[in-house]
Structures are given as C-alpha cells and as structure tokens.
C-alpha cells in the first residue's frame, strides 16, 4: 500500500498545527468546537487506535475500531497533559505517522489490508459508519478525511495577520 498521501496528509496538519499553536495565546473556538490542543489530543488518540488496530490486524488476531475515547474530554484533557501540551502534541503525532506510514505500508500484505474490522466511527456524538470496513479503508481514511478535515479546523485557528489600517 502506498502511503505517500497518508504521509502528506500528517506533514499539512502538522504545518497547519504549529501555524494555529505559534500565537502568544490561541484563538477561542467557536462554541462546540475544539481549540488547537484538543483536536492535536483527538488526533493523537485516532493515530493511537489505529496503530493498535493495525498491530492486531498483522497479528491475526480479531480486533475493532472504535473512535469513541478519541472523543471523550476526560481523555482528550488528559492526552494533553500527558504528551506536556501543544509541542508534545506534535512530536507525538509526528512519530505515530511515522509509525502508521510503516505498519501500513511494505509491512502489510494486500489480504491484511482486506481485513475487514468492524469500525465505530463517530463525529459529534453521532455514528457516521458502524460496520465492517476493510483495514486499508480505515488508513485511507485518515489521509482522506480524518486528517484533512482536522488540517481544515487547525487553520480556522491560525492567527489571521493584523490589516493596516
């Protein structure tokens, strides 16, 4: 499996999230919305799924995929101060891509990224798919939606330059 847009996909929101968390103080989302270091946490605990997903998956052994503790804010909260905030955040992410690049690249042959899992993947309290899913649709996934949609939140952040007047 070609991971070169799982691997592009981890360098935008990286860039996107030293962009958002470089201001003296960072911009207050909007109301329901997560601000820079928590979306980095939910990130960091999808990354953290999947990699142990994949672990299993390459293991044999029967395994699921279930967002829900990527979304809870106890453990979102708690992620951020365990990695020591938003660098941490970042380094963290960083190596888990590393990680994911390698497990779902050469590691994997093509009959264990047709593993189907069955996958419980949330967005705001509701479940966008609770079915199987082939384990390559789950890396996919992060390049194609996940990731993006969280580089798109980051930048929403970012500090916009002050216009002269």
Do not use: F
Request: net charge negative; glycine share 6%; aromatic share 2%.
């Amino acid at each position: 499996m070609d991971t070169t847009s799982l691997r592009d996909a981890y360098r935008t929101l990286l860039d996107a999230a030293t962009v958002a968390g470089s201001g003296d103080s960072s911009p207050v989302p909007p109301t329901g919305e997560w601000n820079a270091d928590q979306i980095l946490a939910h990130v960091a605990i999808v990354n953290a799924t999947t990699i142990s997903t994949v672990a299993a998956a390459s293991a044999g052994a029967p395994t699921t995929y279930d967002t829900r503790t990527a979304h809870d804010n106890w453990t979102i909260e708690h992620v951020i101060e365990l990695a020591g905030g938003n660098a941490g955040l970042r380094e963290r992410i960083r190596l888990q891509a590393d990680a994911l690049c390698a497990l779902g690249g050469p590691m994997l042959s093509e009959t264990e990224l047709d593993t189907p899992v069955h996958a419980l993947l949330l967005s705001h309290d509701k479940a966008l798919v609770n079915q199987p899913l082939p384990l390559r649709d789950l890396i996919t996934g992060l390049a194609d939606v996940e990731l993006p949609g969280h580089t798109r939140q980051l930048l929403a952040l970012s500090p916009q330059p002050a216009l002269d007047d």
